[in-house]
């Protein structure tokens, strides 16, 4: 059974930074594609980053590319997400995602494993 747990979400102001964990125990981290969504009130959740396994390419939706970086740490088992020049509109619960899926996938269904979600604010 794979466990995702986040963490490092809180308050920040805008244009401000945070980088969210999420720390991964089960089976091989690296064998995993990993990805980040979100999800704000009243909102679908939505696809954020994507981290491929073995290959580490990445990908990001549009309203954050050049503003937040996925990475990983195999070692760790542990996934990132660096959030720089926060916007009001990137206020949202913050999940990360595990799949052996190869190629990049931006629906929620396309995911086996979720964690329990770290809230991010960010103030005007």
């Known amino acids: 059974q794979v466990q995702l747990v986040e963490s490092g979400g809180g308050l920040v102001p805008a244009a401000g930074s945070l980088r969210l964990s999420c720390a991964v125990s089960?089976?091989?981290?690296?064998?995993?594609?990993m990805s980040w969504f979100r999800q704000a009130p009243g909102k679908e959740r939505e696809f954020v980053a994507f981290?491929?396994?073995?290959?580490?390419?990445?990908d990001y939706a549009d309203s954050v590319k050049g503003r937040f970086t996925i990475s990983r740490d195999n070692a760790k088992k542990t996934l990132y997400l660096q959030m720089n020049s926060l916007k009001p509109e990137d206020t949202a619960v913050y999940y990360c995602?595990?799949?052996?899926?190869?190629?990049?996938?931006?629906?929620?269904?396309?995911?086996?494993?979720w964690g329990q979600g770290t809230q991010v604010t960010v103030s005007s």
């Open positions: 981290i491929r396994r073995n290959t580490d390419s990445t």
């Open positions: 089960g089976r091989t981290f690296s064998t995993y594609s």
């Open positions: 995602a595990a799949g052996t899926t190869w190629g990049v996938a931006r629906r929620p269904i396309d995911w086996n494993y």
